[in-house]
């Protein structure tokens, strides 16, 4: 029931522990000697702030154009837009209890959503839309135009519309029936998980004034685990990133990422997120981008 923990001690100062001693961390299984790093949060001039701030009382206060621990970074945008469907809008979450910040911080990020969703989100998918047929369905890409982009990322075949041979998300999870019941209406929602942003399916009562951030960690709230048939509601994930936003971030589709699939014929051992299937055809585009038109917050 842990992740990382220290040494016996009766020492207060955890700080001073992380820098004196080695710790133990759970990898599967658990490793010693594991050295970590823990820092005050805490300010003492405004260079502590980026100066992008003011340092009060060892705590910052940050521009109204900044936010972090540190101001150090700029303030999200209020709706950002995928790159395959500029009509796919995420809005930002607004949070009314929150005093620093008007929008719901998860590990120190905003979080979106796009609300009123049913059915699978191709416009978030990999593959295009149902009705383009021709072009994806019942068609076997090889990636052998040789251009580098979209075509030479979906190496893969499907055979119908409501069926990709290698989706087993939305194979596995359509033969229950409480997630066919949650695509009849659900929100996707965006969210940092300490490393990389996850665009998850979630119960459209998920909002700003239900979600409680002091409360949720990916890893005890199941944000991806692989391991069995409902505990995972990760469509899309990003590339790793310590920035701020989702903005700029290249996203990709999982598949083939579920153990359940070993008690096939195959040995799927692929890495632990499974096959990423890139979502726009070249590193370092961006998957979503803001509209500085764009103004209105959930």
């Not at 040494?7 to 658990?30: H, N, R």
């Not at 995420?90 to 049913?118: H, Q």
């Not at 944000?223 to 990709?252: C, K, Q, R, W």
Request: net charge negative.
């Amino acid at each position: 029931s842990w992740l990382l923990k220290s040494p016996t001690t009766d020492s207060y100062d955890i700080v001073e522990l992380a820098e004196e001693t080695e710790w133990f961390v759970w990898k599967g299984l658990i490793v010693s000697d594991y050295r970590v790093s823990i820092e005050c949060v805490e300010c003492d001039e405004n260079s502590g702030c980026n100066y992008n701030g003011d340092c009060v009382k060892e705590r910052c206060e940050c521009d109204d154009d900044y936010f972090g621990r540190h101001c150090q970074f700029r303030k999200p945008c209020n709706m950002i837009r995928s790159e395959k469907d500029n009509t796919t809008v995420l809005e930002l979450m607004a949070d009314p209890f929150d005093d620093e910040v008007d929008f719901v911080e998860v590990y120190g990020r905003p979080m979106y959503a796009i609300n009123n969703l049913s059915g699978k989100p191709y416009s978030l998918m990999r593959l295009t839309y149902p009705d383009d047929e021709g072009q994806y369905f019942n068609v076997e890409n090889d990636g052998s135009n040789g251009t580098g982009g979209l075509d030479d990322a979906a190496k893969h075949k499907t055979s119908h519309r409501d069926y990709f041979t290698d989706d087993d998300f939305f194979e596995i999870n359509n033969k229950t029936s409480q997630f066919e019941q949650l695509l009849q209406n659900y929100r996707l929602v965006l969210r940092y998980t300490g490393r990389r942003w996850y665009g998850q399916i979630v119960a459209p009562s998920l909002t700003g004034e239900t979600f409680v951030e002091e409360e949720y960690h990916a890893f005890w709230n199941n944000a991806f685990s692989g391991l069995g048939m409902e505990d995972n509601s990760t469509v899309i994930i990003s590339a790793p990133t310590s920035g701020g936003s989702p903005v700029g971030v290249d996203f990709y589709e999982m598949r083939r990422r579920n153990v359940a699939f070993e008690t096939g014929i195959y040995d799927y051992d692929y890495g632990p997120y499974g096959v990423l299937i890139p979502l726009i055809g070249f590193e370092g585009g961006g998957f979503f981008h803001c509209n500085k038109n764009d103004t209105s917050v959930t």
